[in-house]
T-cell receptor, first 115, second 113 residues
């Protein structure tokens, strides 16, 4: 079982609609939780980074939440645009990795926004 | 442009060959990484260097050998390529420490036939 599980695996929404992606993790203790966006054929780009003590972090139309008690995070996308079509990856930095920068990646949720 | 760059973007080769992928960053970062993204889209860390010193070496076949000539470059050499090595390889860089953002390169799609 992976230490970072994401759902749904894929999602199709209409342009302008909102959506929420889920992430459950078992990595504990952890230092921070990140959400990355990966466009097809490109490298991942960071959207948000939350430390274990933060509950929410926004980046434009993207809002991430974190519940360290239930080990859950979500990424909410508001007023979706065609350019939001991408894979969204939840990433956890284990505290035990200390200063090495090692990250544990989820499998990603593939989002398709249709006109 | 300030960025992480990789060459080549595509690499098609036959089993048994030896190949290298190059990575350069001009962001002034001290730490560089190599990741492998398999067909199931999972990204897994392979190696990490901090200021030319190896700090992460995951369970990777010793056919894979990273080399960091300076802190702005991290190359990946692969000997005796196998079909299972086919994947997308990403280079990334960051400042040292667990809370710094990692910046990824565009990836190198390696296909072994």
């Amino acid at each position: 079982k992976n230490q970072v599980e994401q759902s749904p695996q894929s999602l199709i929404i209409l342009e302008g609609k909102n959506c929420t992606l889920q992430c459950n993790y078992t990595v504990s203790p952890f230092s921070n939780l990140r959400w990355y966006k990966q466009d097809t054929g490109r490298g991942p780009v960071s959207l948000t980074i939350m430390t274990f003590s933060e509950n929410t972090k926004s980046n434009g139309r993207y809002t991430a939440t974190l519940d360290a008690d239930t080990k859950q995070s979500s990424l909410h996308i508001t007023a979706s645009q065609l350019s939001d079509s991408a894979s969204y990856i939840c990433v956890v930095s284990p505290l035990v990795s200390s200063n090495t920068g090692k990250l544990i990646f989820g499998q990603g949720t593939t989002l398709q926004v249709k006109p | 442009d300030t960025a992480v760059s990789q060459t080549p973007k595509y690499l098609v080769t036959q089993m048994g060959n030896d190949k290298s992928i190059k990575c350069e960053q001009n962001l002034g970062h001290d730490t560089m990484y190599w990741y492998k993204q398999d067909s199931k889209k999972f990204l897994k860390i392979m190696f990490s260097y901090n200021n030319k010193e190896l700090i992460i070496n995951e369970t990777v076949p010793n056919r894979f050998s990273p080399k960091s000539p300076d802190k702005a470059h991290l190359n990946l050499h692969i000997n005796s390529l196998e079909l299972g090595d086919s994947a997308v390889y990403f280079c990334a860089s960051s400042f040292p420490g667990r809370n710094y953002e990692q910046y990824f390169g565009p990836g190198t799609r390696l296909t072994v036939t």
